[in-house]
């Protein structure tokens, strides 16, 4: 039963994810990572991490795809015209590929990995509280930061300065 | 009734998830047309007219006093209208992405009968005189997984809105996108301060909905069953006027205003699709009045102050599990239906808002009260365990 | 002349609109219980008050004779066009009216044209036609719809008269017409 699941939620994120990359309309993309969201969230269920898979429902499927949608229907964007492809593409297609085979390998042959946990004996949202707050407190901290700082730069970019208005 | 127990405890787990699909399916449905019948009813007796009541089969016209009473109260309409939504005639405009086009209502349909699933309606107390939830599936984040599985139903709006392709239905999906969003913010920091609450330090640290409303009958500085609408109303209200803009009722259906967009999102629709959307709305508009109830209103504690275990010991009932876990579901669907019946007050009084009046609501207006009525609950909690 | 309307600030009790909100749901609850206005139409008939222009019909003196003249002027002054009469002679079977000019061979009323304006009852020198307390007219077809003289004459029944106006021609005939 649960073997099944996890083939069904695995290939349901696998085959959206390409999907998100090869579909030429962006809603079609869009709407595929959305899936693809949905099927890791699946996953993380069956791993009995109930609190990540419903945030990742909550903040990525809930929030950010819609908000994807969302601008991909205000620009009205037409399907993707075919673009050949640039040497620079080519280029960060191939180190991104080469970081993530390389990536695997690693975990592969380092890492120790248990395979999920008796049943009913998921993490608690204590203790990815106390995790949070004490071990992660920095870095979360940090992400946090990073973000704001992302929210700001948006604002600074997308604001016209008062004298760029009057210049044009 | 214990032989039926173990008879349900021995089917094949596949089937038992089977069943309790079906029997949500087969509780949403109706209760979604019964809801918009009584909403045809409520807003006809407010504008001081009589509503439905003309359909009868002709069998039950033939009882004396009974037949012509649920005439009056439009019962057989809902039928009718049921009927009518099933066989008449399902166009699909020729313009239309009709992939997307038959999956909006679809999509709809998943957050709508999904959260039921970890709402509890009831309780009752087994021999160990424990208070044991009844529950589909009891889990640990339920108020996140409403929250998380009721996010998604903003899909079926934008698809429907985009599929449809045509400038009604785009704008009604567009402004229902945006304003969802919105909305969730405030909603979602509204109800912090109740889980601060109830978790307070080293207790076990759950989202679960029904250990809010067990705070709420628990005992607290001397008092047992203390309502957090009583300690805090300003979250409550906040919550219930964000509810009210993510189910999309009046005064915020943007999505579907028909003044200024036809019919919205769901312009392009007709028959069974369309009534699949009405009952997506209705059972969000169950679904969150159940939550609003089990988070502010004390679940199925009879009364402010008087838990449902003291209740079932003074009406007798303490040695009944069956009879009380029954009295819990009607106590607390009584309060879900007067939330439902809030709904369709407000609808029938409150004129709609304006977009930008909806936006400036949930921007300026909600998200700062709720951020300050967080970090004021914060604080204030943080003082009283200090103080104990 | 223009003049600006000084708008008074709003109170914080406006400006927080939930007590407005609140003052509206007590508006609507007493609705909610107050008796409803609606008329079961077909079981329940309206009042028709005195003076309420209904279908045109065409009425008899309390002697059940013909009123009408045939003097077209309500077919003239209709403004849709909806009258149409065929003058013709006083029916000789009707000994009592051959002092009588004319009389309508036939008389028709289309009910599709006609506006319910009531200037064929004003205008009629005869107080023959009326429009009467008939409100709900209905037919399959278009001919249906079109009220002939008998229809009419159905339609209208026997009015009281003051006036006897053709008796008071008749005496005057027989006495040599001096006033």
């Known amino acids: 039963m649960a073997n099944l699941l996890f083939y069904f939620f695995a290939s349901l994120a696998l085959v959206s994810a390409v999907l998100v990359v090869v579909s030429k309309n962006p809603v079609n993309a869009a709407l595929g990572l959305l899936l693809s969201l949905v099927g890791v969230a699946g996953l993380f269920v069956l791993l009995n991490a109930a609190l990540l898979a419903f945030v990742l429902l909550l903040v990525y499927a809930g929030a950010v795809v819609a908000l994807f949608l969302f601008i991909i229907m205000l620009l009205d964007t037409r399907p993707e015209q075919q673009k050949p492809f640039q040497r620079m593409t080519l280029i960060a297609a191939t180190l991104g590929g080469a970081l993530l085979v390389v990536g695997v390998l690693s975990l592969n042959q380092r890492a120790v990995l248990t395979v999920g ?52 | 009734m214990s032989a039926l127990y173990q008879c349900w405890l021995n089917l094949p787990l596949v089937l038992q998830m089977v069943i309790k699909g079906l029997a949500v399916i087969g509780f949403m449905f109706p209760f979604g047309g019964a809801c918009s019948l009584i909403e045809r009813k409520v807003s006809a007796w407010m504008q001081g007219r009589h509503g439905p009541n003309r359909a009868i089969p002709f069998w039950i016209a033939w009882v004396p006093i009974f037949g012509p009473l649920l005439q009056r109260l439009g019962v057989f ?11 008449k005639e399902d166009p699909i405009p020729g313009h239309v992405n009709k992939f997307y086009f038959i999956l909006a209502p679809i999509v709809a349909m998943i957050p709508a009968l999904t959260t039921v699933s970890v709402v509890p309606f009831g309780a009752y107390v087994d021999a160990a005189g424990q208070l044991v939830p009844l529950i589909l599936a009891d889990v640990d984040v339920g108020l996140l997984a409403v929250f998380a599985v009721s996010s998604l139903g903003v899909y079926a709006l934008i698809l429907a809105g985009w599929a449809s392709n045509s ?6 999906g567009v402004r229902a996108s945006a304003q969802l969003i919105s909305y969730e913010l405030s909603m979602t920091l509204s109800i912090l301060p109740v889980f601060l609450w109830v978790n307070a330090p ?12 067990q705070a709420q009958s628990g005992p607290w500085h001397g008092w047992s069953g203390l309502w957090f609408i009583f300690t805090m109303p300003v979250a409550a209200l906040i919550f219930l006027v964000s509810l009210f803009a993510e189910t999309n009722r009046l005064p915020f259906d943007m999505a579907e205003g028909e003044a200024d967009l036809v019919g919205g999102f769901h312009t392009e629709y007709g028959s069974l699709k369309w009534g699949l959307f009405f ?62 019946f809030l709904f369709m007050w407000v609808r029938w009084t409150v004129p709609r808002f304006r977009y930008d009046q909806v936006m400036k609501l949930g921007w300026q207006k909600l998200l700062p009260l709720a951020i300050g009525n967080l970090i004021v609950y914060a604080l204030v909690i943080a003082w009283v365990q200090v103080k104990n | 002349m223009a003049y600006v309307v000084e708008r008074k600030p709003l109170t914080l009790a406006e400006r927080l609109y939930l007590p407005q909100i609140f003052a509206g749901l007590r508006i609507t609850l007493k609705h909610l219980f107050a008796p409803n206005v609606t008329l079961q139409y077909p079981e329940e008939r309206p009042v028709i008050p005195p003076g309420y222009r209904g279908v045109p019909t065409l009425v008899r003196d309390p002697q059940g004779r013909e009123k009408c003249v045939s003097c077209q002027l309500c077919e003239f002054v209709c403004p849709p066009k909806a009258i149409r009469i065929t003058p013709g002679a006083v029916p000789a079977d009707q000994p009592d009216r051959l002092h009588i000019e004319k009389a309508p061979q036939a008389f028709e009323i289309d009910m599709l044209r006609c506006i319910y304006c009531g200037l064929c009852q004003e205008v009629c020198p005869e107080e023959a036609i009326f429009l009467q307390n008939q409100y709900s007219l209905s037919g399959y077809t278009r001919a249906e719809m079109v009220n002939d003289k008998a229809r009419l004459y159905e339609l209208g029944g026997t009015l009281p008269d003051q006036h006897y106006k053709w008796d008071k021609k008749k005496i005057a005939a027989e006495h040599g017409n001096t006033h």
């Open chain 1, 117 to 168: 946990g008796a049943p009913g004996t998921g993490p608690t949202l204590k203790h990815y509280a106390e995790q949070l707050f004490t071990t992660y407190l920095l870095p979360v901290q940090l992400v946090g930061f990073l973000l704001l700082i992302a929210m700001l730069g948006v604002i600074v970019l997308s604001k016209k300065s008062d004298q760029a208005e009057e210049g044009s």
């Open chain 2, 77 to 87: 309409h809902l039928m009718a209208d049921g009927g009518k939504m099933f066989f």
């Open chain 2, 167 to 172: 400038k009604y239905p785009f704008l009604g």
């Open chain 2, 202 to 213: 080293g207790g076990s640290g759950t989202l679960s909905l029904f250990a809010v409303v």
């Open chain 2, 279 to 340: 009952v997506a709305e209705y059972s969000h508009m169950l679904i969150g009045s159940g939550v609003f109830v089990l988070l502010f209103l004390g679940g199925w504690n009879p009364l402010p102050w008087l838990p449902l275990a003291t209740f079932a010991g003074w009406l007798g009932l303490a040695g009944n599990p069956l009879v009380v876990g029954a009295l819990s579901i009607v106590i607390f669907l009584s309060k879900v239906l007067f939330f439902v």
